[in-house]
């Protein structure tokens, strides 16, 4: 069972242009939303989160956006650069519980041409 | 460098043999995951530390996998009796509280 959906799957920008990249979760009881970025060799880097009692956090060029009733969330790039070319993962988990495992997306691969 | 280390960094194996890999976690994080990604496909949790305690494992976690965390510094996951569709990319990740996950660089095993 897939909880966390992905998509696109690949992804190519210009750069400057915006990089969207979009999730669905369905367990209602996730509450904290990570995005991780990961470059070939590399773990998963932590990018930004988001708790659902706001609707949108903005760090830098990145932002992401929490729609609660649709049960989804999406990153965005602004002035995507060469150097945010690399795999997007979203994730959900339960902030509180013990443990706070991760359960992932997917994955997005994203390409900025120069 | 002191981020979470892993080794070793890649694993070739015959299958049915066994393999150990170990992750050192950041130093002072109570917290300790590990996670497996397949090739193209997001991580998915394995088990999780919380000092030396094993609180929790996926229902991907067989009972040929075994995973340990003495004294609650680093830790280990055992593989017994290797199978093809144990290869995949062992992340462990570690954390000193409930929000981020700080990630190491992962094992990648193949198993031939």
């Known amino acids: 069972q897939q909880q966390v959906k992905q998509s696109p799957q690949s992804l190519i920008v210009q750069k400057g242009g915006i990089s969207i990249i979009n999730c669905a979760y369905e367990?209602?009881?996730?509450?904290?939303f990570p995005w991780y970025q990961q470059f070939p060799g590399k773990g998963p880097a932590l990018l930004i989160a988001?708790?659902?009692?706001?609707s949108e956090k903005k760090e830098g060029r990145f932002t992401i956006s929490f729609n609660k009733s649709a049960k989804q969330f999406s990153l965005h790039i602004m002035d995507s650069q060469p150097g945010d070319s690399a795999t997007y993962f979203c994730?959900?988990?339960?902030?509180?519980?013990?443990?706070?495992?991760?359960?992932f997306g997917g994955g997005t691969r994203l390409m900025v041409k120069p | 460098d002191t981020g979470v280390s892993q080794n070793p960094r890649h694993k070739i194996t015959k299958r049915g043999q066994n393999v150990t890999f170990r992750c050192d976690p950041i130093?002072?994080?109570?917290?300790l995951y590990w996670y497996r990604q397949t090739l193209g496909q997001g991580p998915e949790f394995l088990t999780y530390?919380?000092?030396?305690?094993?609180?929790?494992k996926s229902r991907l976690l067989s009972d040929r996998f075994s995973a340990e965390r003495p004294k609650g510094s680093f830790s280990t996951l055992e593989i017994q009796r290797t199978e093809q569709g144990d290869s995949a990319m062992y992340l462990c990740?570690?954390?000193?509280?409930?929000?981020?996950?700080?990630f190491g660089p992962g094992t990648r095993l193949t198993v031939t």
């Open positions: 130093s002072e994080h109570n917290r």
């Open positions: 530390f919380q000092n030396e305690a094993q609180l929790e």
């Open positions: 988001i708790r659902p009692d706001v």
């Open positions: 367990n209602t009881a996730f509450d904290y």
């Open positions: 990740a570690s954390s000193p509280r409930l929000d981020e996950q700080y």
């Open positions: 994730a959900a988990t339960l902030y509180n519980n013990a443990g706070n495992m991760l359960t």
